[in-house]
């Protein structure tokens, strides 16, 4: 993907629920909109609000056109969370969207993301919001350094996360279905899918699963590292594309879920 | 001959010329300030006569898309030749169609009206050029500062409506008519037969979009004498007509058309448009690419209003084409409920 990485964080903020994204951008920027309602046929527009500066802007007070467009987004839009940010060249008037939120007091968690428009794209743009998103939201109800994990009660069946599915994604909404399905079928359910179809509320009870499973690296992965590190949620390495690695997938999510695959498998050979 | 390249995300709206390269300058270059004209001239120096380096801006932070054409032909301008002294002669001004051209260039023939040129012209050895005796129309509404460019060269622009619908053709070429002294009795010979073929062919959508509400998003500048045409040719009601860039001046004759107490909105609020166009619940709303979807899913029948800079629109022949373009989502909106 070769967009810029602010667009991988719409593509964050488009899958979920409950969330927007104020963007410091030009009218120019706005083109972005097209993709979600065109390219993938969606019948909202993303939950993004640009600032829409011109160029008669860049020389009165840019800054004050985003805590506006910042507030009206709030009470319009009524979140549960906000993430705010540049685009490429909203970047370049250096406007500190995070710090000028902040000053608002928005009464819902308001999280800053800070993408490297000239380095950086698409895919890396998605990772960080996501990992931003996680953090921030999941981060409060992680437990204290050092607290080991309590074991899954006798008889509950055990949970994972499905993470990395978003917006604008190749197929990502069939992968969802399919796989929810084979995880079904292994006796495992899913506590939450993110961030596809999750709101911030959801993203909260991460912690909750015991184990994750990551669709798409490029955009989970480093959410999924974080997780692991602080909750002890071991996460899954294979893409479970094609016959050989989807039977591998089956293992390594038997491994991790503490139960036994085999007869699934066998009921695949036939 | 090389033709166009354009590279750009925003200025997707530069005019095509076989024999020039435009070098386009976004929106970020915009704020680096990269100084893209200094490089285009050395360039064009070096490749000059067979190609030609031209800078503008297709910068985001401006209005619009077609605020690229403007800018585009606008860069042009300086770069024409002076003409001979003394010959007055008519430059029509924006990209149309080829088809749309050659008609026009024929009704201009058989006008007498002489000598006629267009900018920009199909060919970048075949470039017109403009001075003192350059009497010039619009044929694109949203080229405010290629005008200001060629009122810098001399050249007088002719008010008149835009050339879409038989009121504003008409109007448009009577315009160029008078300057060059020509009979309302020839410019009706002339015309007439054209004008009430397009009145025949118009008839049919009177029928069909007669008494609908039109809401037009602000999105191709275009709004204006679209709205115009749709309420007094076909008998549209308006429900807003939004524009991002509303230049009086040379709106004035459109303007004094529209009907009375209009909803006329310049700019981007688009939050409080979507209330509106929701309250409102039009028949039709014209808009960008990036709403139709979403309006379309709360069962608001959508026309994207690109459609209507890449089709011909202009002139007698292409009215009903126009008029076509709005019935066919109506038409498309009944098959779907039955």
């Known amino acids: ?270 | 001959m090389m033709s166009l390249i354009v590279s750009s995300r925003n200025c997707s709206h530069a005019v095509r010329i076989s024999g020039c390269c435009f070098w386009s300058d976004p929106a970020r270059r915009k704020v680096i300030k990269l100084d893209l004209s200094r490089a285009a001239l050395r360039l064009s120096q070096r490749f000059v006569p067979q190609v030609r380096i031209l800078n503008y801006s297709g910068s985001g932070i401006e209005t619009t898309f077609t605020q690229g054409e403007d800018a585009c032909l606008a860069s042009l301008v300086p770069t024409l030749s002076s003409p001979p002294a003394n010959a007055t002669s008519l430059l029509i001004v924006g990209a149309l169609a080829d088809v749309v051209e050659d008609q026009f260039r024929r009704v201009f023939d058989a006008l007498g009206i002489g000598p006629v040129s267009f900018l920009p012209a199909r060919n970048a050895s075949s470039m017109p050029s403009v001075g003192q005796n350059t009497l010039f129309l619009l044929a694109q509404p949203f080229l405010a500062d290629t005008v200001s460019a060629l009122e810098e060269r001399g050249a007088q622009r002719l008010a008149a409506l835009f050339p879409l619908g038989v009121e504003g053709t008409t109007a448009w070429l009577w315009s160029a008519a008078q300057a060059f002294g020509v009979s309302r009795d020839q410019f009706d010979r002339v015309t007439l037969p054209a004008r009430l073929r397009a009145e025949r062919a118009l008839g049919r959508y009177c029928d069909q979009l007669g008494g609908r509400s039109i809401f037009l998003f602000p999105d191709s500048q275009l709004e204006i004498p679209m709205a115009r045409f749709l309420s007094r040719e076909l008998g549209m009601t308006l429900t807003e007509v939004g524009t991002p860039y509303l230049h009086r001046e040379h709106m004035a004759e459109e303007l004094a058309l529209l009907p009375a107490g209009v909803c006329l909105t310049e700019g981007q609020d688009v939050d409080r448009q979507l209330d509106r166009c929701r309250a409102a619940r039009p028949d039709i709303a014209v808009c960008g690419l990036g709403l139709a979807n979403p309006l379309e899913a709360e069962g608001i029948t959508t026309k994207w209003s690109i459609e209507l800079v890449f089709t011909p629109i202009q002139g007698f022949e292409q009215a009903a084409d126009l008029a076509e373009l709005f019935a066919r989502p109506l038409i498309r909106r009944a098959k779907l409920v039955a």
């Not at chain 1, 009524?78 to 710090?99: E, N, R």
Request: proline content about 8%.
């Open chain 1, 1 to 270: 993907m070769k967009a810029p990485p602010h667009v991988g964080a719409m593509r964050v903020a488009t899958g979920m629920k409950g969330l927007h994204y104020v963007l410091h951008a030009p009218q120019g920027d706005t083109y972005a909109d097209l993709l979600f309602t065109m390219i993938e046929r969606r019948d909202q527009r993303p939950p993004v609000t640009y600032t829409t500066f011109a160029a008669r802007d860049l020389g009165g007070d840019t800054a004050e056109l985003f805590k506006t467009a910042a507030q009206e987004a709030y009470t319009r839009f009524q979140p549960q969370a906000m993430i705010v940010g540049a685009s490429c060249t909203g970047s370049l008037i250096q406007d500190d969207p995070g710090g000028l939120a902040r000053a608002l007091n928005l009464p819902i968690p308001v999280i800053a993301i800070d993408l490297p428009a000239y380095q950086r794209k698409e895919n890396w743009g998605a990772a960080e919001t996501f990992y931003q998103l996680v953090r921030a939201l999941a981060g409060p109800s992680m437990p204290a350094p050092g607290t080991s994990k309590p074991s899954r009660p006798e008889g509950r069946r055990p949970t994972c996360n499905l993470l990395g599915p978003s917006a604008l994604g190749f197929r990502h909404r069939d992968d969802i279905a399919e796989i929810t399905q084979l995880l079904g079928k292994l006796g495992i359910d899913v506590n939450v899918t993110a961030p596809m179809g999750a709101t911030p509320a959801d993203l909260a009870r991460l912690g909750d699963a015991d184990f994750n499973v990551v669709l798409y690296p490029e955009i989970a992965g480093q959410a999924a590292s974080w997780l692991q590190r602080t909750c002890d949620q071991p996460f899954t390495k294979t893409i479970p594309i094609g016959v050989t690695a989807t039977r591998a997938f089956i293992a390594e999510v038997g491994d991790l879920a503490g139960i036994d695959v085999n007869a699934v498998l066998d009921s695949e050979d036939r």
